[in-house]
């Protein structure tokens, strides 16, 4: 959401012409996939990293602007809400020693940017929703200075006719009348991009989406919002709710959110970039002055500057991506429905095991989209981001054949520990990673299923005992279970390890 956007209000107007343009970036798309005329890489993966801005004492602090200032790096950015930043990590291969690589950069680059932050009055978090943030924390004042933000803003407003709302029920319900799009700020996420060939696209993004589910019930780290106690992993339902362009009618009619699991698998990236363009009004329609049939027939590679805006206002948990590198065009993945955090050691955790499981997911004989419904693939998601490490899934049965039949009923961590970590062994083994960082980060994974501990399981057990036994109120809880965190991440040692209390 960071990418510079300068408009006027009449810019605005024109959403004819913009659908125009989305059309003519479409079919350059569709004839640069028909004509071969995309890079080829071998297994290049990224990272980015949201995070949130506190005070030692756990609460938010909105000067993004100071901090960014005193970090100096172009590695870290600004994001929506003031009181967050986002660290961006240069692509990687993803091939022998490359999860210890990035542990030893990712670690550097936070440690250093603390450091700096702590001048400007700010430590850095690494959490999926800062426990202590308040309502108070996300009004208008609250957004960052980028006139994109603002715009998307007045536009969401506008196509919804009414004001936000929130309404979530989990542990706790929360209910709040009337928020801002700041409100979406407080999830931050884990983004983990692979670059992958055209006609490889469909399958890794397939495989993706039916991961989603299991991926998010071992990361998950967003029990908290606005002082109440959730879902394990509040962020999709926030996102929803804070982004819906949609009023009440429309959701009677059926009208597909911006915020998308998506309804079916696809296959070629072109299905989804058409989907965003037959779907979903645009919510930035800002044109540029290029014709992309020009540029292919001069030989030029297109920017497809329109497509690309208008995929960036869609949430997909699993977001197509066309990008130009050096003169050459690919295509990505970026997968999106990891919360951010605890430590360095469980975000490359929870990027081996992805990584790893796609791989050999997308190269099946008998691929899991045969066998699993899309809808259940939904329902997965649904009930991991409810329920975390205690979620249970609908599964297609080894060795049973047919598109939606041979479901089985299984806990989360079960199909992690029986099928799907030996299959994130092989997928790193496929790709060439080296055995001592396969074994380290899928240890991980493997003893967060075995002890049922991730960051939701520990925020809520800490927050729990320390009301309990300690008879804090909730908010002087909230943060000192925050303050803990922040010690325990700064430490560095994986969740599953730290004591609870």
Not at 209 to 220: R, T, V
């Amino acid at each position: 959401m960071g990418e510079k956007v300068v408009a006027t209000r009449a810019d605005l107007s024109d959403r004819q012409m913009y659908r125009r343009k989305l059309q003519s970036c479409l079919d350059a798309l569709g004839r640069m996939l028909r004509e071969e005329r995309f890079d080829r890489p071998k297994g290049v993966m990224g990272v980015e990293i949201e995070l949130n801005l506190a005070d030692e004492q756990g609460l938010p602090l909105l000067n993004n602007a100071q901090v960014l200032t005193a970090i100096g790096s172009p590695d870290f950015q600004t994001e929506l809400g003031r009181f967050n930043i986002e660290v961006n990590i240069a692509p990687h291969r993803l091939f022998g020693h490359v999860f210890e690589e990035l542990r030893e950069e990712l670690d550097t680059g936070l440690r250093y940017a603390d450091r700096r932050a702590a001048e400007a009055g700010a430590r850095i978090v690494m959490v999926g929703i800062l426990p202590t943030l308040e309502p108070d924390h996300t009004g208008l004042d609250a957004m960052s200075h980028n006139q994109r933000y603002s715009l998307l803003s007045d536009q969401i407003l506008a196509a919804r006719g009414e004001d936000i709302t929130l309404d979530i029920e989990g542990v706790e319900h929360l209910q709040l009348e009337s928020i801002t799009m700041v409100a979406e700020a407080a999830a931050t996420s884990l983004q983990l991009h692979l670059q992958v060939t055209p006609e490889r696209f469909s399958s890794v993004w397939n495989a993706a989406q039916a991961i989603c589910g299991p991926q998010l019930a071992l990361g998950a780290n967003s029990p908290f919002l606005f002082g109440r106690e959730l879902w394990r992993e509040t962020r999709p339902v926030l996102f929803q709710q804070a982004c819906d362009t949609r009023s009440a009618e429309l959701k009677a009619q059926g009208v597909r959110p911006i915020t998308w699991f998506g309804e079916r698998w696809v296959d070629s990236a072109y299905d989804l970039f058409e989907e965003n363009l037959r779907y979903f009004p645009a919510l930035l329609p800002i044109c540029d002055d290029e014709d992309p049939a020009k540029v292919l027939a001069s030989g030029g590679v297109p920017r497809l500057g329109e497509m690309r805006l208008h995929n960036g206002t869609i949430y997909r948990w699993n977001r197509p991506v066309y990008d130009v590198s050096g003169g050459v065009p690919h295509l990505r993945v970026e997968n999106r429905a990891l919360p951010a955090g605890p430590t360095v050691a469980d975000t490359l955790a929870n990027a081996a095991f992805f990584y790893g499981v796609v791989r050999v997911l997308a190269e099946q004989s008998r691929p899991i989209w045969t066998r699993l419904p899309f809808e259940k693939a939904d329902e997965n998601f649904q009930q991991a981001a409810r329920y975390g490490v205690d979620a249970v899934f609908q599964w297609p049965r080894s060795g049973r054949a047919g598109r939606g039949g041979g479901l089985t009923t299984v806990p989360a961590v079960d199909l992690v520990l029986n099928e799907l970590l030996p299959m994130a062994y092989q997928g790193l083994d496929a790709w060439g990673v080296e055995p001592a960082d396969r074994d380290r980060y899928l240890g991980i994974i493997e003893q967060r299923c075995l002890r049922r501990v991730n960051g939701a399981s520990w925020q809520s057990a800490t927050f729990h005992r320390l009301r309990e036994q300690h008879g804090m109120e909730r908010p002087a809880a909230l943060a000192a279970m925050t303050r803990r965190y922040m010690e325990h991440m700064r430490g560095g040692e994986p969740v599953h390890t730290w004591p609870v209390g």
